[in-house]
């Protein structure tokens, strides 16, 4: 037979046109369409540079936050996202990749006035709008809705600054820690930790920026603002599947759904009001064979329980969550949760174990912890009290809030399909039917929570009971945060409890999250963090973490490529009253925040009150003739600095005076004294 070699051809599919070229057996695919060069900036603390695109690749670089780069291509491997870059290295221009939703870019298309969209942004303030036509004019079918808070910003901002309502990790900078009262202690240098040792109290120059809107209007973070409707038919099994690549949770679908290829540019059309596909049965699931009706219930699923060690199988406890490979993952652990990992040094799955027929050396669970009640928070006022990012994949441990956590081991399932056939990507996408929230979002939700690696002591099964979502996973009293969550997990008989298979744990949290935030006015990830709108405000919110909502939002947007981001997506943008007229500044500082006086005086004369270091507010009186004073201050901490004191003339018969204390990281307190002098 005559054989016939095609050496190059061109094929037109609806992604655009795709070269195909072959030598011999080797045939090699590449876009036609051009890849624009954009420029862009380090969007993370420290990020690695590989030699080629996926984390098996060397690192050959750190960049540190606010790195220019230049965009010069995208990529996919390991199921997100990747850009090659250039850099320049001090020495000359480098190149590499780097993983995209670490890269804030900048918009390469010239924005060219458009009288109908400029009516669509009339609503937003003027600092919002350079923001949304730079991204108008590279997606120009992305719709932008304002959401009005009818609160004060500095309202919000006081509200969102009580200790505890925000944390950081503990190693953050320290312009990122709070200094108020409950939050510090003054007299060793030291934050208390809250839910655990590893999360303090946030500052409120922090609070500000994370919670202002416009320094996250960019093609990655801009996705915490999505809405969390379920659309049938525009999320798909595989852009979930394409989601969990390189996850504990990597599956594919066991049953496709006739719903268009995900390949295909999403068309996002989102409203206020959700749109809700129910299943018929909240316990049932199709499972992959011949038999199309076949049917599963999700009570009698079982899943692998635990990873076994060829020789031993260890149960650690550690309140750092999933660890990063020093040379490889940063991970960001949420508050509220005490990991138990599993020690191994061979990873199999373990075949279900029906009671009847336990087998040789079968050892009955853990009984699970009983869940106990407390009077501070209930189920719809506090949810997980964890984001757990080591899905973060790229990013490295730095002093800015990029955690890598050091006690756990990896552990990852070899074959994420359970008994019957359903893989994570099935439950996935039945919850979304269940619940009425956006499969992707789900799935970007269970990757912050749970890590890349999974190794949280919610989901090992360790006590027979999952609780995936890390719902009322938070410290109280005694009882950890992992007993806490495995308790409520393990009780009751709402949301297809008790989560005794992963199924029910995953079906059931997404339908707790879709009935008491998506559904109850808080339907984006931003929402779900800072509870601005719906009922029992600052308090019902999801997480502590105040990074929590740009996490999501930038862990939702691997979803999609350049080619997919094309599509239409509604943005639903809050709006305060009074707002700052530019963007809130991220504080940089680090060092010491004592910016406090150890004393305060006026030469010859006694201030009132007496002076102490936390009171901020004095006054004294002065004969008529007196026209200038000598104000002496000490600092408490050498490392700072302070203005207002020495000689000072008086001006007025009325006047006061502010001095001004600089602690090393940059924060600012001010003391006060009210100058009377007589008639």
Request: no cysteine.
């Amino acid at each position: 037979m005559k054989k016939t070699l095609l050496n190059k051809f061109i094929l037109v599919t609806t992604m655009g046109t795709i070269l195909v070229t072959g030598v011999g057996r080797n045939i090699f695919i590449k876009d036609i369409n051009a890849f624009t060069t954009k420029k862009g900036s380090v969007d993370v603390s420290v990020l690695n540079v590989r030699s080629n695109a996926g984390t098996g690749n060397n690192t050959i670089a750190t960049l540190e936050r606010d790195t220019s780069v230049t965009v010069l291509d995208e990529v996919n491997s390991d199921g997100m996202y990747w850009y090659k870059i250039s850099f320049n290295t001090g020495s000359g221009d480098k190149e590499g990749y780097v993983a995209k939703n670490y890269i804030k870019t900048e918009s390469t298309a010239k924005y060219t006035t458009d009288k109908n969209f400029e009516s669509e942004i009339a609503g937003f303030p003027e600092s919002y709008k350079n923001r949304l036509r730079a991204l108008h004019a590279e997606y120009p079918n992305w719709k932008f809705v304002v959401q009005n808070v009818d609160i004060s910003w500095d309202e919000v901002i006081r509200n969102e600054s009580v200790v505890g309502v925000n944390l950081v990790k503990k190693d953050a900078k320290s312009s990122w820690k709070s200094t108020a009262r409950g939050a510090y202690n003054w007299s060793n240098g030291t934050w208390p930790g809250f839910d655990s040792n590893e999360w303090v109290a946030a500052s409120e120059s922090i609070i500000r920026y994370y919670m202002d809107p416009r320094n996250f209007l960019d093609s990655t973070n801009i996705f915490q603002f999505l809405n969390h409707g379920y659309t049938t038919g525009e999320q798909t099994e595989e852009g979930v599947e394409k989601m969990l690549k390189g996850t504990f949770m990597e599956s594919t679908s066991s049953v496709k759904s006739t719903a268009p290829s995900a390949t295909a540019a999403p068309t996002t059309t989102a409203t206020t009001a959700e749109t809700t596909t129910a299943a018929t049965s909240t316990t049932q699931a199709k499972t992959s064979g011949t038999n199309k009706n076949s049917t599963v219930s999700y009570s009698s699923v079982k899943a692998p329980e635990s990873v076994q060690s060829a020789e031993s199988k260890v149960y650690s406890t550690n309140t750092n969550g999933p660890v990063a490979d020093s040379n490889e993952n940063a991970e960001l652990v949420g508050p509220g949760v005490e990991n138990v990992t599993l020690a191994t040094t061979a990873k199999e799955e373990l075949p279900t174990v029906e009671d009847k027929d336990n087998g040789p050396g079968y050892t009955e669970p853990a009984p699970a912890p009983v869940f106990e009640s407390t009077t501070e928070f209930n189920d719809t006022e506090h949810g997980p009290g964890v984001v757990n990012s080591d899905s973060i994949k790229e990013s490295v441990s730095a002093s800015n809030s990029t955690y890598a956590s050091t006690a756990a081991s990896s552990v990852t399932e070899n074959a994420n399909t359970l008994s019957n056939g359903t893989t994570y990507v099935d439950m996935i996408m039945d919850a979304a039917k269940s619940s009425g929230v956006n499969p992707y979002v789900i799935a970007a939700m269970l990757i912050q929570e749970q890590g890349v690696k999974g190794t949280s002591g919610l989901i090992s099964g360790a006590t027979g009971v999952y609780n995936f979502f890390n719902i009322e996973a938070y410290q109280s009293g005694n009882q950890s945060a992992t007993s806490r969550g495995l308790a409520w997990a393990g009780s009751g008989n709402t949301y297809l409890r008790p989560w005794n298979t992963k199924a029910k744990a995953i079906i059931g949290g997404a339908m707790f999250y879709g009935s008491t935030y998506s559904k109850a006015g808080q339907n984006t990830f931003y929402l779900k963090k800072f509870n601005v709108l719906g009922e029992n405000k600052y308090k019902h919110q999801y997480m502590t973490n105040i990074e929590g909502a740009k996490n999501e939002g930038a862990m939702l947007s691997r979803a999609y490529s350049e080619e997919d981001k094309k599509g239409v997506f509604t943005f639903h943008i809050p709006v305060y009253r009074d707002m700052p007229e530019v963007p809130e500044a991220m504080p940089t500082g680090d060092g010491s925040p004592n910016n406090r006086l150890s004393s305060l005086s006026i030469s010859g004369y006694n201030i009132t009150p007496s002076f102490s270091s936390d009171n901020y507010s004095y006054k004294v009186e002065l004969p008529s003739n007196v026209n200038n004073v000598n104000i002496k201050a000490n600092v408490a901490d050498a490392s700072a600095t302070v203005s207002g004191i020495g000689d000072i003339e008086l001006n007025s018969s009325n006047s006061t005076v502010d001095i001004i204390v600089t602690a090393q990281n940059g924060t600012k307190e001010k003391y006060s004294i009210n100058i009377k002098r007589g008639n």
